[in-house]
């Protein structure tokens, strides 16, 4: 591991599994933990960081001056990278999806303030940009520039993402992930064992292509994984009174703060599930939590 990612991680506070209190287990005799990957730091906290570490490692390995990916104007991954950036002395270039903005939004204010460039493209060219999956594929690409594809979804990304699940010292039933790419579920189903279950929640509306995409990412195929394509909440980073009410709720018993567009999504079809029997009784649950506090700005 590269020293300055060997120091920056040493910053890192410790993701520690939160038991999830409610009569509502007690009725349905069901155990909820959470994996508590945000609190590792308070910017590039849970996936972001598992997905980021080795591949960082990887560009810095080959010389590499500048970082280069895609995301929306509230990107949590572009936001993580700019700030990654800025610590490391490396330069960010940020493909945003869509027109600019009159105002910015506060993600694309803090990326800009660590330095990165902001290059607002079409819809359609975004898209476009999505078939440049390894880190030498961007076209145009110069000698030590490294292209992140979006979400972070490079091969190296599944190595972190396993180190959060080898962190989890209790056993259980069923591991819980939020799924925007599949990159953290992939990760996820590489380094558990085929006795426990992955149940991903998909937080984008007509997200069967990610069965495919995850698939293909997996180091081998394996059948202890499914994704829930229900409780989207109408697509990405959509959100109800219901959604909301559930999320502020949550974090009053808990004191757990919960983003809207993943893992307060995961929560709410955790508790709607258990609800409709979908889990035995006596099992016991992990959910993971990615982090991306940032986003509860608006």
């Not at 204010?109 to 290059?119: P, Q, V």
Request: with cysteine.
């Amino acid at each position: 591991m590269h020293p300055e990612l060997i120091k920056l991680e040493k910053t890192f506070k410790p993701s520690i599994l939160t038991k999830i209190d409610d009569p509502l287990f007690e009725q349905y005799q069901i155990e909820l933990w959470m994996k508590r990957d945000d609190l590792l730091h308070p910017v590039i906290s849970g996936n972001k960081w598992r997905k980021l570490k080795y591949s960082l490692d990887h560009a810095l390995s080959l010389g590499a001056d500048t970082l280069i990916s895609m995301g929306g104007a509230y990107s949590n991954h572009l936001h993580a990278l700019a700030y990654v950036g800025k610590v490391l002395g490396l330069k960010t270039i940020g493909f945003v999806r869509g027109e600019q903005p009159e105002t910015l939004t506060p993600t694309l204010l803090d990326m800009k303030s660590w330095g990165m460039e902001l290059k607002f493209i079409s819809r359609s060219n975004y898209r476009l940009l999505r078939q440049y999956k390894d880190c030498h594929d961007l076209p145009g690409l110069k000698p030590r520039q490294y292209w992140f594809p979006e979400g972070g979804a490079l091969g190296l990304a599944l190595k972190g993402v396993a180190e959060s699940v080898a962190e989890i010292g209790i056993p259980y039933d069923t591991l819980c992930v939020p799924c925007g790419t599949g990159t953290t579920l992939a990760g996820i189903v590489d380094a558990t064992s085929e006795q426990v279950s992955v149940l991903g929640f998909a937080a984008l509306k007509n997200a069967g292509f990610l069965m495919t995409d995850v698939e293909t990412m997996l180091s081998q195929s394996r059948n202890n994984w499914q994704i829930d394509l229900d409780h989207h909440f109408g697509g990405f980073a959509k959100i109800n009174a219901e959604l909301s009410a559930f999320i502020k709720d949550f974090e009053l018993k808990t004191t757990i703060p919960l983003d809207p567009v993943y893992t307060g999504k995961m929560m709410y079809a955790l508790y709607d599930l258990i609800k409709k029997h979908r889990f035995k009784s006596g099992e016991r649950i992990i959910a993971l939590h990615t982090g991306g506090l940032q986003g509860k700005r608006g």
